[in-house]
């Protein structure tokens, strides 16, 4: 999709937002919602939504819920543009640290952690797709769901900058997220007690099954549309145990991760945000621009230098923060630091892109686990 | 512009005189064709050229503007408008004679004032750091944008701002900046036989007036190295220069 079909998708959005909520510079809001499997949150139109403040608890709510962040999907529409995809590339690993940043805030959850694949480590995954990005607007579509295949609730999130001055710092962009924590907690206080603790077993479970289907394959049932717990298992199954010690080691990698992504936001976030503010800087130049023109044409004409300057001037202002957010973009691009863990009296080294050490860790500690109970490799 | 520019002067004439001596009945044929062609040649302006299969020499490394072999922007301008003024004694001395003049056209003289002060803008980036390997050039251009062209690529970026369109024709590296408001900076890059020298050539054009305005530079090579002090890049504070740690003679 070319870049001016995407503006003027953004476009098109931005003008039902302005025309359903006051605007005042920086527009916050959930403009759409889905509605879940079981029907309790059903809102299928337009709903725009003025930023939520964040609801903070007293505490983590009981039984305490871990929270999986996948990094978030680059969408469909960067594949065709070199530029854009080295841009959406660098978002989608910036925002789950802001998304993950709003959660812990909230003092409501049990351990939040960016993860590069949506999986049991946690009971619930948080999924989000970057469906307009180009430095003026952004548009996410955020889906919650646990690991019995229950979608919580699907939103789509949009931020509109209209002043480059807004866009220098990660503000507007955290508080953006809110909105997902307070959905959470929402759906989280509808379930029993008892429905949240059977939540946190299934988890579990689904986890054990992942590295011994032959011996849990039986505790869940499948058959219904979203998996159900059969039965548990002692609490005192040997097997438990070293599926315990096999998930922390999973959270040793989840957490030099995490580490990654921090040192990233310090390292790119100041570029990143100068790109933001030289493309609101553009975008507004050039409906500047197109005013301008609309009137020459109706006779009222600038000077032949100022025009030609001030348009020279915007293409150049954007080349050059484009190139140096592609150039920073490239040396992060699949470059993520080779991660150093020690298991089992054993140190290992993981290289390569972030999916990839994930994917290198989890057959690891696979191995471990066959090793340990004796079976075959 | 081109379509203009070849539909001018005595061409015109020329094209006016065959057309009379056409059969009328034939004429709308002709017509027909005529715009079918010059819708043709006019739509292939946005295609860039094909890349030459002829591989490019070297351009790589740091270069520097040789003042004394390039073009001033003020003596193009002085040369420019004495071409404007001979232009306009050439119309005045036929109109005085009541014969028809086919000349160029003149435009609009303060279009031509402006794009000169472009012209200024355009080219005065001193310093080139060209990095070229077998699928990409890309001419970083101190305190402005790097040109770049790929290989492999269509050879065009476009966005709402401006098209952008570069190749290599076998001789020389072409990038074509046109933006929105009819403003077009065409860059030519050639290099010496003996690889110590870069030619760059300008040529600004809009269409508020008939003249382009072109002007040529002179680079020579540099040694970063040797030049007192370094720059490197940096996230936090940019461009960042030292004179320490450099080696001098």
Same mark, same amino acid.
């Given at each position: 999709?070319?870049?001016?079909?995407?503006r003027?998708?953004?476009?098109?959005?931005?003008?039902?937002?302005?025309?359903?909520?006051?605007?005042?510079?920086?527009t916050t809001g959930?403009?759409?919602s889905?509605g879940?499997?079981?029907g309790?949150?059903?809102?299928?139109t337009i709903?725009?939504?003025?930023?939520?403040p964040?609801m903070?608890?007293?505490?983590?709510l009981?039984?305490?819920?871990d929270?999986?962040v996948?990094?978030?999907?680059?969408?469909q529409d960067?594949?065709e543009?070199?530029?854009?995809?080295?841009?959406?590339?660098?978002?989608?690993?910036?925002?789950?640290?802001?998304?993950?940043e709003?959660?812990?805030?909230?003092?409501q959850?049990?351990?939040v952690?960016?993860?590069?694949?949506?999986?049991?480590?946690a009971p619930v995954?948080?999924?989000?797709?970057?469906?307009?990005?180009?430095?003026?607007d952004?548009t996410l579509?955020?889906?919650?769901?646990?690991?019995?295949?229950e979608?919580?609730?699907?939103?789509?999130?949009?931020e509109?900058?209209?002043?480059?001055t807004e866009?220098?710092?990660?503000?507007g962009?955290?508080?953006l997220?809110?909105?997902?924590s307070?959905r959470?907690?929402?759906?989280?206080?509808?379930?029993?007690?008892e429905?949240?603790a059977?939540?946190i077993?299934?988890?579990?479970?689904?986890?054990?099954?992942?590295?011994?289907?032959d011996?849990?394959?039986?505790y869940?049932?499948?058959?219904?549309?979203?998996?159900?717990?059969?039965?548990?298992?002692a609490?005192?199954?040997?097997?438990?145990?070293?599926?315990r010690r096999?998930?922390n080691?999973?959270?040793?990698?989840?957490?030099?991760?995490d580490?990654?992504?921090?040192?990233?936001?310090?390292?790119?976030g100041?570029?990143?945000?100068?790109?933001?503010?030289?493309?609101?800087?553009q975008?507004n130049?050039?409906?500047?621009?197109?005013?301008m023109?609309?009137?020459?044409?109706?006779?009222?004409?600038?000077?032949?230098?100022?025009?030609?300057?001030?348009?020279?001037?915007?293409y150049?202002?954007?080349?050059v923060?484009?190139q140096?957010l592609?150039?920073?973009?490239e040396?992060?691009?699949?470059?993520?630091?080779?991660?150093?863990?020690?298991?089992?009296?054993?140190?290992?080294?993981?290289?390569?892109?972030?999916e990839?050490q994930?994917a290198?860790?989890?057959?690891l500690?696979?191995?471990?686990?066959?090793?340990?109970?004796?079976?075959?490799? | 512009m081109g379509?203009?520019?070849?539909?001018?002067?005595?061409?015109?004439?020329?094209?006016?005189?065959?057309?009379?001596?056409v059969a009328p009945? %034939?004429?709308l044929?002709?017509?027909?064709l005529? +715009?079918?062609? !010059? /819708?043709?040649a006019? =739509?292939?302006?946005?295609t860039p050229?094909?890349?030459?299969?002829?591989?490019a020499?070297?351009f790589?490394?740091?270069w520097?503007?040789?003042?004394g072999?390039?073009?001033?922007?003020?003596?193009?301008?002085?040369s420019?408008?004495?071409?404007?003024?001979?232009?306009m004694r050439r119309?005045?001395?036929?109109?005085?004679?009541?014969?028809p003049y086919?000349?160029?056209?003149l435009?609009?003289?303060?279009?031509?004032?402006?794009?000169?002060?472009?012209?200024?803008?355009?080219v005065?980036?001193a310093?080139?750091?060209?990095?070229?390997?077998?699928?990409?050039? %890309?001419?970083?251009r101190?305190?402005?944008?790097? +040109?770049?062209? !790929? /290989?492999?690529?269509? =050879?065009?970026?476009?966005n709402?701002l401006g098209?952008?369109?570069?190749?290599?024709?076998?001789q020389?590296?072409?990038?074509?900046?046109q933006?929105p408001?009819?403003?077009?900076v065409?860059?030519?890059?050639t290099?010496?036989?003996?690889?110590?020298?870069?030619?760059q050539?300008?040529k600004l054009?809009?269409?508020?007036?008939g003249?382009?305005?072109?002007?040529?530079?002179?680079?020579d090579?540099?040694?970063?190295a040797?030049?007192?002090?370094?720059?490197?890049?940096?996230l936090?504070r940019?461009?960042v220069?030292?004179?320490?740690?450099?080696h001098?003679?």
């Amino acid at each position: 999709m070319s870049l001016s079909a995407r503006r003027c998708r953004a476009l098109v959005i931005c003008g039902l937002m302005i025309g359903l909520i006051p605007v005042s510079g920086c527009t916050t809001g959930v403009f759409a919602s889905k509605g879940n499997q079981r029907g309790d949150e059903v809102v299928s139109t337009i709903s725009p939504a003025p930023v939520e403040p964040l609801m903070i608890g007293d505490g983590p709510l009981l039984p305490l819920l871990d929270v999986n962040v996948v990094i978030f999907d680059v969408g469909q529409d960067a594949a065709e543009d070199e530029a854009l995809m080295a841009v959406r590339k660098l978002e989608s690993r910036l925002l789950p640290g802001l998304l993950r940043e709003a959660l812990v805030r909230s003092d409501q959850w049990g351990a939040v952690r960016v993860v590069p694949n949506a999986s049991a480590l946690a009971p619930v995954n948080i999924q989000a797709t970057i469906l307009v990005s180009d430095g003026r607007d952004l548009t996410l579509d955020v889906r919650v769901s646990d690991v019995t295949g229950e979608e919580w609730f699907e939103l789509q999130l949009a931020e509109t900058q209209a002043q480059e001055t807004e866009a220098d710092n990660f503000a507007g962009l955290s508080n953006l997220f809110y909105v997902v924590s307070n959905r959470m907690r929402k759906h989280w206080l509808s379930r029993s007690e008892e429905q949240r603790a059977r939540l946190i077993s299934t988890a579990d479970i689904l986890y054990a099954r992942e590295l011994a289907p032959d011996v849990f394959a039986d505790y869940v049932d499948s058959t219904s549309p979203t998996l159900t717990l059969k039965r548990e298992p002692a609490k005192n199954e040997p097997m438990l145990g070293r599926v315990r010690r096999i998930k922390n080691q999973e959270y040793l990698f989840c957490d030099a991760i995490d580490e990654q992504l921090g040192n990233l936001l310090e390292l790119a976030g100041p570029t990143y945000l100068l790109w933001r503010q030289a493309a609101i800087e553009q975008a507004n130049w050039l409906d500047h621009y197109e005013s301008m023109a609309a009137s020459r044409t109706a006779g009222q004409s600038g000077g032949a230098f100022s025009r030609m300057q001030s348009s020279y001037a915007a293409y150049r202002s954007y080349r050059v923060q484009e190139q140096a957010l592609l150039e920073l973009a490239e040396a992060l691009e699949g470059e993520s630091e080779p991660v150093v863990l020690s298991v089992e009296d054993a140190v290992f080294t993981l290289e390569g892109t972030l999916e990839a050490q994930y994917a290198t860790w989890r057959e690891l500690l696979q191995e471990i686990f066959l090793l340990e109970r004796g079976g075959p490799l | 512009m081109g379509c203009r520019r070849a539909l001018t002067g005595r061409a015109v004439a020329n094209l006016h005189c065959s057309f009379r001596c056409v059969a009328p009945g %034939r004429r709308l044929l002709l017509i027909a064709l005529l +715009l079918a062609a !010059a /819708l043709v040649a006019c =739509g292939t302006n946005n295609t860039p050229p094909e890349m030459s299969a002829v591989p490019a020499p070297d351009f790589s490394g740091h270069w520097e503007v040789n003042y004394g072999r390039s073009d001033s922007v003020q003596n193009q301008l002085n040369s420019t408008f004495r071409e404007v003024q001979r232009e306009m004694r050439r119309r005045r001395e036929a109109a005085e004679k009541g014969a028809p003049y086919h000349g160029p056209g003149l435009g609009d003289v303060d279009t031509l004032f402006a794009l000169a002060s472009m012209a200024e803008l355009v080219v005065e980036p001193a310093l080139l750091e060209i990095d070229q390997d077998t699928q990409r050039i %890309r001419i970083q251009r101190e305190n402005s944008f790097a +040109l770049i062209c !790929a /290989l492999d690529t269509s =050879g065009q970026d476009v966005n709402r701002l401006g098209r952008e369109t570069c190749w290599w024709d076998g001789q020389q590296w072409h990038f074509v900046i046109q933006l929105p408001d009819g403003l077009n900076v065409a860059h030519r890059f050639t290099r010496s036989e003996d690889g110590n020298s870069l030619a760059q050539r300008t040529k600004l054009s809009d269409p508020g007036t008939g003249h382009d305005f072109v002007i040529s530079q002179i680079f020579d090579r540099y040694d970063p190295a040797e030049r007192g002090f370094s720059c490197i890049k940096t996230l936090s504070r940019g461009r960042v220069c030292t004179t320490e740690g450099v080696h001098r003679e």
